[in-house]
């Protein structure tokens, strides 16, 4: 799944509120953070995670671990926060702009 710009818009705007659920710590991807990672964007769809890595090249590193693991995509990463978002097919709660057919009214 790729994301459009007005749809990433969206998302950066509702995750502007977000606070990280997920922190990876110097210790880095263990399976309780993997697995707490996994849980949290399932039931959230849109979360951020705190990377407390040492440099940008390991931040991103994990982050790109993290969504290619779980098949999310990676929105905005701002120092060491990324905002990560994945759709749920069996509970949506975010429906993104642009998804889906679109609706007309028709003139009578």
Do not use: F, W
């Not at 459009?4 to 399976?31: C, E, M």
């Amino acid at each position: 799944m790729t994301l459009n710009v007005s749809q990433k818009k969206y998302l950066r705007g509702l995750g502007h509120q977000l606070h990280p659920t997920v922190i990876v710590a110097g210790s880095g991807l263990s399976d309780s953070v993997l697995a707490e990672y996994e849980s949290t964007l399932s039931h959230h769809e849109l979360i951020k995670v705190k990377v407390n890595a040492g440099e940008r090249a390991e931040r991103d590193a994990v982050i790109a671990d993290l969504c290619s693991r779980s098949g999310a995509i990676l929105v905005q990463r701002i120092g060491n926060v990324a905002l990560v978002y994945r759709e749920n097919p069996d509970q949506q709660k975010i429906r993104l702009p642009g998804a889906g057919p679109a609706k007309r009214s028709v003139p009578q």
